[in-house]
């Protein structure tokens, strides 16, 4: 199998922050990147602007690189862990 | 098994394991600001020692030895499969889940795996290596995933049991993983980490429920620890009498604390937790030995293990037909998407 | 006044829906697409709560989000037959989803507006998460219907199975803010223009089959079974 292309994600954590990467993912068109983009990486309210790039476009320095539709999880709170009660005395979780 | 190649300092340490996974972000920055390491890069091998003395991350572009990146995919990938085959056990229960709220929070619980496996195979993809090789050796055979879910889940006790010793098994094989000395893999493991809290609590407070509800409701919460504590004191390896790792895993830092080490400090944190459920662990032998500081207990069954790794579990069959089924019926979905795309493309072309 | 019918419906319409997306995990055509599939699915059961929750409330009969869901049985279901039709591959999900956030994005934007607080707050939340499943559904549909003759075939299939249904999406104004029926316009302009561009034919319209609803029967037998097993307790 060949499998769908992939693309680096960037997303903007907060106003005022630059874009900062945050991983890749494939899909078989930038349109549809960007959707999953928003649905994997910005699923805990992570983001406020995403960028989608095809990794073929990046040209990179070597070898020592620097590194270089949101609000609908707001109400998800069970995401975080202290939704969760944690019964007196429990420890380490 | 579920990442336990690698091993950092920290596990088990106090100061609650989302502590723990913040203070090995701290020290990725940390390290990072302490500016770049002295040495000439085209000093392809010594450069990449001086790296990792001084506790900075290995990037995808930099020099590796063929072993450290070979060493890496193999584990990464081992992991994200892991997680894509993680999904099955507990996803079973999404359409029977005993209350909406339940059944959010499992929708949720088992959407994050899929995310788990999509950070990991992007890791890996770093390593030079196409997620279509990784899930053509998943679906062949050539690589594996945990042994933990070939176990079959029988109630909905299942689900906090795994949620509470199998992620919590995992959180403590894993939080060392944030400071392991490839910088992609450091990254996805430190938001897993954040993630995977929710996921052993949300089975804590299952359990909690159930072992404080009815008669019928407590007996099932019994049965469900019963059934996975070995299976999950198996997911850290085989005993260190047993398992190879190398002195070179441990310059590389990629493996600081040893299976059994791992396996004390899950034992230890679940004796108290157990007691807090009202739950009994299957070990008549399970003791404190003030000499040791730990406790004493009864080893899983490593032949076992041995034997559904090797693919002889009660579920080994059915979850990778599940996985090639998805697959092979994704197929015309996948090449109408790249028909569509390519049809796209003429037109911006022409 | 509204009714508890009518909040019902709506209720039902997201809760039968989730139900059947829940039943996708690990099975999508990509990871990327289970991870949208479950956040889809997390939406409508998120909205069916809280319709519940106000229905119950409505009711005045004590009864909550989890005694509605798992207590009434199938004749007491008041979601459309669209949703709760089987969904034997990928196609029939964003089929069925597209014609289903078609109505519910209008449908929550008029409620939005409308006279009824509580209605008005919920649908305020929700339009937004219809937006994007009907994005969605017609990013794929485009893809599909336009995509190979094998995934043109399969989607015409898809929208061809589900027509007798739709209707069913604007039956019936049981007593509340928006009348459904008048939804129908902006629906059909909706449907027929994501359909033309994906190269697909709308189907001629067809009546609604008649007879048991085994598919719901079925659907909330295995959704209800382990809560009804357990009379009274907490989970
Ligand atoms: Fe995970
Ligand atoms: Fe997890």
Known sequence: MTGEPLFEVFVRPRRGLSHTHVGSLHAPDAEMALRNARDVYTRREEGVSIWVVPATAITASSPDEKDSFFDPAADKVYRHPTFYDVPDGAKHL | ?350 | MTTVDYVLRLGDDALVTAQRLGAWYAAGPEMEEDVALANIALDQLGAARLLLTYAGELEGAGRDEDALAYQRGPADFRNCRLVEQPEPDFGVVIAKLLLLSAFQLPCYEALAGAGDERLSAIAGKARKESAYHLDHATLWTLRLGDGTDESHQRMQASFDTLWPFVDGLFAGDDGGPVDPAELRKAWTSTVEDVLGRATLTVPAPVAEPTGERTHLVELLAEMQQLHRAHPGARW
């Not at chain 2, 950092?8 to 302490?34: C, I, K, N, Y």
């Not at chain 2, 070979?70 to 005993?98: D, Y």
């Not at chain 2, 919590?168 to 954040?194: D, E, F, H, T």
């Not at chain 2, 993630?195 to 949300?202: A, D, M, V």
């Open chain 2, 1 to 350: 098994m579920y990442g336990n190649d690698f091993a950092g300092p920290d596990a088990g340490s106090d100061g609650g394991l989302l502590g723990q996974v913040e203070a090995a972000e701290a020290a990725l920055r940390a390290a990072a600001h302490r500016g770049r390491v002295e040495g000439d890069p085209a000093a392809l091998q010594d450069y990449f020692d001086a790296v990792i003395d001084a506790d900075q991350k290995i990037e995808p572009r930099d020099w590796m030895p063929d072993a450290y990146r070979r060493g890496l995919v193999r584990q990464i990938a081992q992991h994200a499969h892991s997680e894509i085959i993680g999904m099955q056990p507990e996803g079973s229960w999404i359409t029977r889940a005993p209350s909406l709220k339940r059944k959010a929070i499992l929708l949720a619980k088992v959407q994050d795996e899929a995310g788990h496996g999509l950070y990991l195979y992007a890791a890996a993809e770093t390593l030079g290596i196409t997620r279509a090789e990784l899930v053509d050796m998943l679906l062949d055979g050539r690589q594996k995933y945990s042994s933990i879910f070939n176990y079959p889940t029988l109630t909905w006790a299942d689900i906090g049991a795994i949620g509470w010793l199998v992620d919590g098994a995992a959180i403590v094989n894993q939080v060392p993983l944030c400071r392991c000395s490839y910088g992609p893999y450091a990254r996805a493991m430190i938001r897993i980490c954040k993630e995977e809290s929710f996921h052993q609590r949300q089975g804590y407070e299952i359990l909690h429920t159930l072992s404080h509800g009815t008669p019928e409701q407590h007996a099932m919460a019994q049965d469900a620890v019963d059934r996975w504590w070995y299976p999950s004191l198996a997911m850290f390896g085989p005993p260190d009498t047993d398992s190879t790792h190398s002195a070179q895993s441990m310059a590389w830092k990629i493996k600081r604390f040893s299976n059994d080490d791992l396996r004390q400090r899950f034992v230890d944190m679940c004796v108290q937790q157990a007691g807090v459920l009202g739950l009994r662990i299957p070990d008549p032998d399970l003791r404190w030995n003030s000499e040791r500081q730990a406790h004493d207990f009864t080893a899983p069954d490593f032949d076992e293990l041995m034997r559904v790794i090797k693919g002889d579990g009660p579920c080994n069959a059915e979850r990778m037909a599940h996985r090639r089924r998805a697959h092979s019926d994704g197929a015309w979905v996948r090449e109408a998407a790249a028909a569509y795309a390519a049809k796209q493309e003429e037109v911006v072309a022409v």
